[in-house]
């Protein structure tokens, strides 16, 4: 099968469908990520959160981390970020007294992240704005549908680990 070529230097635009198609889809992601974060963080406008907190609340909320936490590489490595990232965001957590660093009962040289009782308290009432959002999300979405973004996205996600 042949392609069509063209001279993407000379201004000229690729004619191949696949490219075509893959750079539509990137950038509906990217358009995605970005509405994603800005709306997320306007439904979390009442706690002073962002969608990056969010999701560090949310990884240590899940009932195996609550009551030990976990390790800043453990976080870097669920969530996928850089740790420059995360520490700016465990630092603005931390002084909200959110999360605290705790000595590993395993390493006492190492530290975990975990939700401070306020962080539990702040965690349970953000849940009916990330339900809100959610719900807005997806609206128009059935179950199936959601159920396959899920998959295709998990698919996306393990090949672009590989890239």
């Known amino acids: 099968m042949s392609k069509a070529k063209s001279n993407p230097a000379a201004g000229e635009p690729l004619s191949d469908p696949h490219f075509e198609v893959a750079n539509r889809l990137f950038f509906r992601l990217y358009q995605c990520s970005n509405l994603m974060h800005k709306n997320g963080t306007r439904f979390m406008a009442d706690y002073g959160s962002t969608t990056q907190q969010w999701a560090v609340l949310g990884a240590l909320a899940r009932p195996r981390v609550r009551e030990q936490g976990m390790s800043v590489k453990d976080l870097i490595e669920f969530l996928l970020l850089s740790r420059q990232n995360l520490t700016a965001v465990l630092d603005r957590l931390e002084t909200r007294g959110w999360v ?48 396959l973004l899920y998959r295709l996205l998990d698919r996306m996600k393990d090949k672009l680990s590989t890239v």
């Open 100 to 147: 605290e660093r705790v000595k590993d009962p395993e390493d006492g040289r190492s530290r975990l992240i975990r939700l401070t009782t306020k962080g539990e308290k702040i965690w349970a009432q953000m849940l009916n704005s990330i339900k809100a959002f959610y719900e807005a999300a997806l609206d128009g979405f059935s179950l199936e549908d959601q159920i």
